[in-house]
């Protein structure tokens, strides 16, 4: 039996709310739910953030029939239309939430899956850990929008059972005929992926504020764990050599880590400093107050980087 529409909404928003919370799951705006009603799809507004649904008006309805219409012309470019006056807008990846059969579609980027898919040997784990009577698929890279709605789109013409995505680079997508559903089988994957391999590491002192001879503060990251960046060797080397891993760490912290050997080097530089700034075995700062949405994203960075080893191969998203 259908799923009243009223119902599906109001568990979409309480799931949201609880998920949205936990930033090992959700960080900040990223991810996205949707589901669909007869010829309207209800997808997630861009940049409003999950853990929300239950305060404010997140969703919204976008002409599905117009949608499917395009993307059997191949018309990938298509731009949404929206039923209702608003001054939100659709997510960008809206039109592969409508290229997926399900009712209701999940799209996040957590952490336990983000740490195999940043690898590049990403399919031959998954495949080795997760449930075997599973239908999934694995979609390499594709830059979110057009191009990875139409990978996807794609791969659902050649294995039309899937209920699973795991995009290489970028998170996961799940579809299922309510979000009890898809909420069985997210717990079920980050059981299967999760393994005992997290690294911790402690400082034992507090990094403060740092104040160079041009009057300028360096305010120190109120996220304690995160100066083990630059106090471990391990993990600074990477900040270096792998950072650009996936879509929203880019768009919120930029293209590269600006890190400095030392506060000497740091202080010789006659450019403008970076927003945010590594100083190896001195802390990580910052030259003007981060937004929520900066900070959670790099925790997510710390969070997927700490369940690497030295003897794993990273893969980075091109300059391109």
Request: charged share 25%.
């Amino acid at each position: 039996m259908k799923e009243p529409l009223r119902h599906t909404k109001e568990s979409i928003e309480c799931y949201c709310k609880k998920i949205g919370l936990d930033t090992k799951l959700v960080q900040g705006a990223g991810g996205n739910v949707s589901w669909k009603d007869q010829d309207t799809l209800w997808i997630k507004a861009s940049g409003e953030w999950l853990a929300e649904a239950s305060k404010k008006d997140i969703f919204l309805p976008i002409d599905l029939k117009h949608l499917k219409d395009s993307i059997k012309k191949s018309d990938f470019d298509v731009i949404p239309k929206v039923l209702s006056k608003t001054k939100l807008r659709p997510s960008i990846e809206t039109l592969f939430h409508a290229v997926m059969p399900h009712r209701v579609v999940l799209h996040l980027h957590p952490i336990v899956p983000l740490s195999y898919l940043v690898r590049k040997d990403c399919f031959q784990m998954i495949e080795k850990k997760i449930n075997p009577s599973l239908h999934w698929s694995l979609i390499k890279y594709e830059k979110p929008g057009s191009l990875l709605a139409q990978e996807i789109s794609k791969e659902m013409i050649r294995n039309p059972k899937t209920d699973i995505l795991f995009l290489q680079n970028h998170g996961i997508i799940i579809g299922g005929k309510n979000i009890n559903e898809i909420d069985i089988i997210f717990k079920g994957l980050i059981s299967d992926l999760n393994e005992d391999n997290h690294q911790n590491f402690s400082l034992n002192n507090k990094v403060e504020n740092l104040l160079l001879e041009s009057n300028i503060e360096l305010i120190s990251v109120d996220i304690p764990k995160i100066h083990n960046l630059v106090f471990n060797n391990f993990l600074y080397e990477n900040l270096k050599k792998n950072w650009a891993l996936y879509p929203d760490h880019v768009v919120f912290l930029g293209h590269k880590a600006h890190c400095y050997d030392s506060l000497e080097i740091l202080m010789e530089k006659k450019v403008p400093l970076a927003e945010l700034i590594f100083i190896k075995n001195r802390g990580v700062f910052t030259t003007s107050k981060m937004s929520l949405a900066k900070l959670v994203q790099l925790k997510c960075y710390y969070d997927v980087i700490t369940r690497q080893g030295e003897e794993i191969e990273l893969n980075l998203l091109s300059e391109n």
